[in-house]
């Protein structure tokens, strides 16, 4: 079964998440980073390749009526890999950064399409539980990227945590219905009924096969795979006072570079392309506080250290999330505290 985790509970915190503050105090340093604020023009046509080659891949399993360990042996190496890229296309386009900030209509209709190869619906009702982690980072309810707290009491040992890393995709899908159910918009609705057609599709005309390759693809691409370990890496406690961690290294190029993490929640609306040139501008910000190197080693400390585990996350209460809300309010009426920019647009806040 292996060692059992050491935390009995989460790591409770009474203060605001960190990065409106630092944003503030970098951008009061090195004003410049502003000028990475830009679109990425190029970053549209990259998703769509790899759209283009999954759709390909689609099409020669069929053709070849691929053997099952051949076609296991894809699905994992290639549609983990790919879809999982396409996953995090799908976060960049949450933060409006496919067609700018000013266009966030162009953006939600790019995530669906963006969304078929994956083939199961999520970019809209990503979208929307997303922007929420980033202005409420922590917060008990609105942070549904935080593990519940029956997953922390069950998967506690070296082998549970092992099956729980495994079935994270399901995890990490459903725990916002659970957390925070919303109810679905329009858009979300159309988003299921546009991949539920395009998996119809595939499957009429180019078999189970295909549509195998597509979904388990992207099930064992956010499971046990090397690209997933950015969901341990990112906010898992590994060391005591720090609850974001980035990550440097050659994973980043396959994944529109959501290891620099630090560097995404301090500022993002800037592409992910020009994420290494904020720590370059700021490196002491980002260069004198934890992060890792290896995501398969994250993902190897996360299931064998009894430190680290579910429980192993930051949370905040609820009720003093609003308590300083409402001091903030009155402060702001006071003319007393402008308002903290860049967290999201104003087309942001109203999908909120």
Not at 64 to 78: D, S
Request: hydrophobic share 40%.
């Amino acid at each position: 079964m292996g060692a059992v985790n050491t935390r009995e509970t989460f790591e409770w915190r009474n203060d605001d998440e960190p990065h409106a503050k630092r944003r503030k105090e970098i951008l009061a340093k090195h004003p410049e980073i502003k000028s990475l604020m830009v679109t990425d023009h190029m970053f549209k046509y990259h998703v769509m390749l790899l759209c283009v080659i999954q759709f390909a891949m689609v099409c020669a399993i069929s053709h070849y009526n691929t053997p099952w360990p051949v076609l296991l042996l894809l699905t994992y190496v290639v549609s983990g890999t790919i879809n999982h890229a396409l996953l995090l296309a799908i976060h960049e386009i949450s933060h409006n950064l496919a067609f700018g900030v000013t266009k966030p209509m162009a953006n939600k209709i790019f995530g669906l399409f963006v969304n078929l190869p994956i083939g199961v619906p999520m970019s809209i009702s990503f979208r929307k539980y997303h922007l929420e982690h980033h202005r409420y980072q922590g917060h008990e309810i609105l942070d549904t990227d935080i593990p519940m707290e029956i997953e922390a009491k069950l998967f506690r040992n070296t082998l549970l945590k092992t099956v729980w890393m495994f079935f994270q995709p399901l995890f990490y899908s459903f725990r916002p219905f659970v957390v925070n159910p919303k109810v679905a918009g329009k858009l979300e609705l159309f988003n299921m009924f546009m991949q539920f057609a395009c998996d119809y599709l595939v499957v009429q005309y180019f078999g189970w096969k295909s549509l195998f390759y597509m979904v388990i693809g992207s099930l064992l691409g956010m499971g046990l795979h090397p690209v997933a370990g950015h969901f341990i890496s990112e906010h898992y406690m590994f060391k005591l006072g720090f609850e974001t961690y980035s990550y440097y290294g050659i994973l980043n190029k396959v994944t529109f570079n959501v290891g620099y993490h630090n560097e995404h929640h301090d500022f993002p609306s800037i592409p992910g392309s020009l994420l290494p040139k904020v720590r370059e501008l700021a490196p002491e910000y980002y260069n004198t506080i934890p992060y890792h190197t290896s995501w398969v080693k994250v993902l190897w400390d996360y299931i064998t250290d009894p430190t680290i585990g579910p429980y192993a996350r930051v949370k905040r209460k609820e009720f003093e999330y609003a308590l300083r809300k409402q001091e903030k309010k009155q402060l702001q009426k006071d003319g007393v505290l402008a308002d903290a920019a860049g967290v999201v647009t104003t087309d942001e806040k109203k999908d909120l």
